[in-house]
């Protein structure tokens, strides 16, 4: 049985600790495109510029979990391999070409670290009869003009440092199922006669892909659906970060 997940870990140097994340990650589309419709029932297919190629993406997703840890209880001040979250193989993208993970670290006074835990507690450990039970939730600022008006927040003061890491397709199994998103995705070939053209391309919903030739005639074009096609649709970006090495 294959693996479900990649799972990340850090080594934290400082205690106690708050941990941020930003995933960024490539895929790319079931279908490269070199054509497009020239636009309207009069148009026609012609060759897509460099600048509209949409095969290859990136998005970005920033963790909203409240992650913590404390080395109270260890013999050193350090945490040797805490789990920062698990990016699944399967029902995602994240895997299929290429994936990064930038992890802040913030250090924290006990004060700090105690109110973050009390919210961890109240907002994503509650659900079930053995789950603990809410608490109140206090911080270091209060109400100036209302004493008795509740104030929940911290301030404090630190310092921040932050690691990157990639993590390539090809490092992976290639036993291993990973999805794309675009299991689903077939072409079809459209004869190449104006009506039907344009019928298939004047609206977009599905994109020229390239010519399909019967020796040197040109018999059709080979198309695919938009969203196997325009990688943003998926809600990624076509700007490479300059962090991409």
């Known amino acids: 049985m294959g693996w479900t997940n990649v799972e990340i870990f850090i080594r934290v140097l400082s205690s106690p600790t708050c941990l941020k994340y930003d995933e960024t990650w490539e895929y790319h589309s079931a279908f490269e495109s070199d054509y497009e419709w020239s636009g309207g029932a009069g148009g026609m297919v012609i060759p897509r510029p460099q600048s509209d190629l949409f095969y290859t993406c990136w998005q970005t997703d920033t963790s909203t979990d409240i992650i913590i840890g404390s080395s109270a209880k260890f013999s050193s001040d350090v945490i040797y ?6 990016v699944p193989f399967i029902n995602t993208n994240k ?3 290429r994936y990064s993970i930038l992890v802040r670290q913030y250090a924290m006074t ?3 670290y105690e109110f973050e835990q009390a919210i961890q507690k109240n907002t994503e450990q509650l659900g079930s009869i053995f789950d603990a039970q ?3 939730v206090t911080g270091n600022i209060h109400c100036l003009t209302n004493p008795n008006e509740p104030a929940v927040g911290f301030i404090g003061c630190t310092r921040e440092t932050d690691a990157r890491i990639f993590i390539d ?8 199922v990973i999805t794309s998103g675009y299991e689903g995705c077939m072409t079809d070939t459209v004869f190449n006669y104006a009506p039907f053209l344009v019928d298939t391309f004047a609206t977009g919903i599905f994109i020229p892909l390239e010519p399909a030739y019967s020796g040197p005639v040109l018999r059709g074009w080979i198309a695919g659906s938009a969203p196997c ?8 970006f076509l700007q490479k ?4 090495q």
Not at 229 to 235: A, F, P
Request: hydrophobic share 30%; net charge negative.
């Open 110 to 112: 006990e004060g700090e």
């Open 134 to 136: 809410p608490t109140a």
């Open 95 to 97: 895997l299929s070409v």
């Open 229 to 236: 096609v325009n990688c943003t649709l998926e809600g990624g």
């Open 81 to 86: 391999e805490y789990p920062v979250t698990m």
């Open 169 to 176: 397709r090809f490092q992976l199994s290639r036993a291993q």
């Open 241 to 244: 970060p300059d962090y991409w």
